[in-house]
T-cell receptor, first 111, second 114 residues
Framework: SQQGEEDPQALSIQEGENATMNCSYK?????LQWYRQNSGRGLVHLIL?????REKHSGRLRVTLDTSKKSSSLLITASRAADTASYFC???????????FGSGTRLQVQP | DAGVTQSPTHLIKTRGQQVTLRCSPK?????VSWYQQALGQGPQFIFQ???????QRGNFPDRFSGHQFPNYSSELNVNALLLGDSALYLC?????????????FGPGTRLTVL
């Protein structure tokens, strides 16, 4: 079963705009990770945020984590057409070593 | 340094048949996890292998089984295929000591069951 929901399910923006995706989860976690998937192929790891962290940056990516609300957000700044992909959050639950994925957000960046 | 590789890329089977998918982990990784991704959904965890044993299992029936070899490569076997088994099957490798952080995914095997 899926861990939680991602919001929105689909997002279409213009190149240069910012894209924000949200993820909610249900259990106690060790960390939360964001992955990107192009055209139904393999997943690419983007960023990991630990349960004791509130915000993390990597290049044009900014991730926040609110463990009290069991939610996370991924912000992609100054988007590019190459950012077009599906984005998934995944949690590593306490006591487990396997990831539980959300349902994903499909991002379309128009050139 | 090769990443995670999977074979075959695509596979077409009929209901009731059996299938074997293969995965070679990233160099230096000792743990392999398998995920099933239905169209339009997020991946779902099938099971994880470490030291040639199944260590964790998701909510999948016994028709799904696996194996890990001494060189850390792994196989996923599915018996008595159903139409609903049509999906992208993803293999991910990681280092046990890393505790499940940052799993590296292969390109997947697209299985179609007719």
């Amino acid at each position: 079963s899926q861990q939680g929901e991602e919001d929105p399910q689909a997002l279409s923006i213009q190149e240069g705009e910012n894209a924000t995706m949200n993820c909610s989860y249900k259990t106690s976690i060790n960390n939360l990770q964001w992955y990107r998937q192009n055209s139904g192929r393999g997943l690419v790891h983007l960023i990991l945020i630990r349960s004791n962290e509130r915000e993390k940056h990597s290049g044009r990516l900014r991730v926040t984590l609110d463990t009290s609300k069991k939610s996370s957000s991924l912000l992609i700044t100054a988007s590019r057409a190459a950012d077009t992909a599906s984005y998934f959050c995944a949690t590593l639950d306490t006591g487990r070593r396997a990831l539980t994925f959300g349902s994903g957000t499909r991002l379309q960046v128009q050139p | 340094d090769a990443g995670v590789t999977q074979s075959p890329t695509h596979l077409i089977k009929t209901r009731g048949q059996q299938v074997t998918l293969r995965c070679s982990p990233k160099s230096g990784h000792d743990t392999v996890s398998w995920y099933q991704q239905a169209l339009g959904q997020g991946p779902q965890f099938i099971f994880q292998y470490y030291e040639e044993e199944e260590r964790q299992r998701g909510n999948f029936p016994d028709r799904f089984s696996g194996h890990q070899f001494p060189n850390y490569s792994s196989e996923l076997n599915v018996n008595a295929l159903l139409l609903g088994d049509s999906a992208l099957y993803l293999c991910a490798s990681s280092l046990r000591l890393a505790g499940g952080n940052e799993q590296f995914f292969g390109p997947g095997t697209r299985l179609t069951v007719l």
